[in-house]
């Protein structure tokens, strides 16, 4: 049974270790965040092989079935909500790059010195102040803006520190250069708030379908069947239920999947 339970585990790693393309994006993160991801995943996949192996010394092979049907909905019910809470957490922090960049060019525009400028708008706009910090001590401000915009929901600062250097290197006005960024990311953030919109019901459609095998198993007992009996009792049906189960979860991650590289890849 234990060896059942491994290798039921090692197909649930195969399922969830990130594809190439995944691998890649990973690659590219910060070695602090790339580091999290990948100790959160060696964490779940080490926790699903210990609850698949007591689930087969006490349950025997039933165990082991039903234990790994519901990691893999808990699993991705937390996946999913994950994803949510990092794209709900990014659209804030877009949100306040748009307002730091009117409040830098309506500052500019009133007289402010851009130095004053950074700092007093640093103050309602947290992302800017490790720009604002650097450049009170001497450093460039737009270095230090393209740093925070590695962040995700960062980028609109790279627009900011483009217009920052610009001005800086070629003696433009920093209020025109400043004005036009903060409109264009204003702008980004309309057709972002479409977009989201617009996605809105594609969410809910892979949503409607995690319920449908409910809705199936519903019917059979309407019918005078026992799902639950096959699906719990019989080889056969822990089968049916791990296939079942797999597929749900696919359809819905992939779903949300192409929304978030819609709306950016969040």
Known sequence: MAVIAALLAALA???????????????????????????????????????????????GAAGVAVALAASVAAGTVAAMMARHGRRRRSAARATEIVKAGETMAGLLRVGRVPSAALVEAALDAPVLRPAAAEHSAGGEAAPALRRVAAQPGCEGLGELADAWEIATRTGASLVEAVDVAAQRLAAQAEVTRVVAAELAAARLSGHMMAVLPLVGIGLGYALGGDPLGFLLAQPAGWVCLNVGVALVCAGVWWIDAIAAQAEGGV
């Open 13 to 59: 790693a195969w399922w969830w270790v990130p594809a190439e393309e995944n691998l890649r994006r990973i690659a590219g993160e910060p070695t602090a965040r790339r580091v999290r991801r990948l100790s959160a995943s060696v964490a779940w996949l080490g926790a699903l092989a210990l609850i698949l192996v007591l689930a087969g010394f006490v349950a």
